[in-house]
Antibody, heavy 123, light 106 residues
Framework: QVQLVQSRGEVKKPGASVKVSCKASGYTFRNYGLNWVRQAPGQGLEWMGW????????HYEPKFQGRVTMTTDTSTSTAYMELTSLRSDDTAIYYC????????????????WGQGTLVTVSS | SSELTQPPSVSVSPGQTARITCSGD??????TYWYQQKSGQAPVLVIY???KRPSGIPARFSGSTSETMATLTISGAQVEDEADYYCCITDSSSYVFGGGTKLTVL
C-alpha cells in the first residue's frame, strides 16, 4: 500500500533552517510528483510547492520563493523540503503529498498524504 | 490567483444531509477536489474531479458543481463524519484550498 512517512517534529530558533523528509513506499517514486502543504495551528491548508520526482525540477509558491528548497533522493525514494530563515509564523505542521495522477508535468491535487511533521519556531 | 470561499461551519443531526459549499470564479474551468480532515490527522481525499469517490470512501459522500459553486453532500451524515472539510482546485499557475468548513454532527 502507498505510504508516505515523514520525519519527526523539530523545534527551531528564529533564523534557523529546517529540513523535513518524506519517504515513499508502495509505488514507483519517480512516477508521481510530490507536493508540500503546511497548516499553521488552528488554520487551513497552504500549498508551498511541488517537485517533479522524475526531473527533480521544483516549483515554489511565490510566498516561499527564496526560502524553500525541495529535493529528492530517488535511490531512497525520499523527498525533502528545506525552509530557511525561520520565523515564528512558520510554526506549522508540514505535509508531503503525492499527485493523484502519475507522470504529470505539473502539480496536481493530492491522493496520499504523509502523517505530517510539526515544526515549532520559538526562541 | 484564484480564491475559494467556504462557510466556516455547518451543523446537522445524525442521519440528516449535510451540504458544504465552495464558491470561486475558477470553478467552471477546473475540477474541484474535497478533503476531510479529522482532528489531529492528515487530510483524506473524499471527492476528486468534481464528483468521483476514491475507493474506500462511503457512498454517502458525493460531489457536484454548478457554475461558480461546488457542493459536497453527505447523505445521512454520521457522527464519525464530524471533521473539517476543504475544497481545492489546481491550475497551471496556482494551487488553492478553500478556508475550510467545520462540520458538526450532533
Amino acid at each position: 500500500q502507498v505510504q508516505l512517512v515523514q520525519s519527526r517534529g523539530e523545534v527551531k530558533k528564529p533564523g534557523a533552517s529546517v529540513k523535513v523528509s518524506c519517504k515513499a513506499s508502495g509505488y514507483t517514486f519517480r512516477n508521481y510528483g510530490l507536493n508540500w502543504v503546511r497548516q499553521a495551528p488552528g488554520q487551513g491548508l497552504e500549498w508551498m510547492g511541488w517537485i517533479n520526482t522524475h526531473s527533480a525540477n521544483a516549483h515554489y509558491e511565490p510566498k516561499f520563493q527564496g526560502r524553500v528548497t525541495m529535493t529528492t533522493d530517488t535511490s531512497t525514494s525520499t523527498a525533502y523540503m528545506e525552509l530557511t530563515s525561520l520565523r515564528s509564523d512558520d510554526t506549522a505542521i508540514y505535509y508531503c503529498g503525492r499527485d493523484y495522477l502519475r507522470d504529470s508535468s505539473s502539480w496536481l491535487p493530492i491522493d496520499y498524504w504523509g502523517q505530517g511533521t510539526l515544526v515549532t519556531v520559538s526562541s | 490567483s484564484s480564491e475559494l470561499t467556504q462557510p466556516p461551519s455547518v451543523s446537522v443531526s445524525p442521519g440528516q444531509t449535510a451540504r458544504i459549499t465552495c464558491s470561486g470564479d475558477a470553478l467552471p474551468k477546473e475540477y474541484t477536489y474535497w478533503y476531510q480532515q479529522k482532528s489531529g490527522q492528515a487530510p483524506v481525499l473524499v471527492i476528486y474531479e468534481d464528483s468521483k469517490r476514491p475507493s474506500g470512501i462511503p457512498a454517502r459522500f458525493s460531489g457536484s458543481t454548478s457554475e461558480t459553486m461546488a457542493t459536497l453532500t453527505i447523505s445521512g451524515a454520521q457522527v464519525e463524519d464530524e471533521a473539517d472539510y476543504y475544497c481545492c482546485i489546481t491550475d497551471s499557475s496556482s494551487y488553492v484550498f478553500g478556508g475550510g468548513t467545520k462540520l458538526t454532527v450532533l
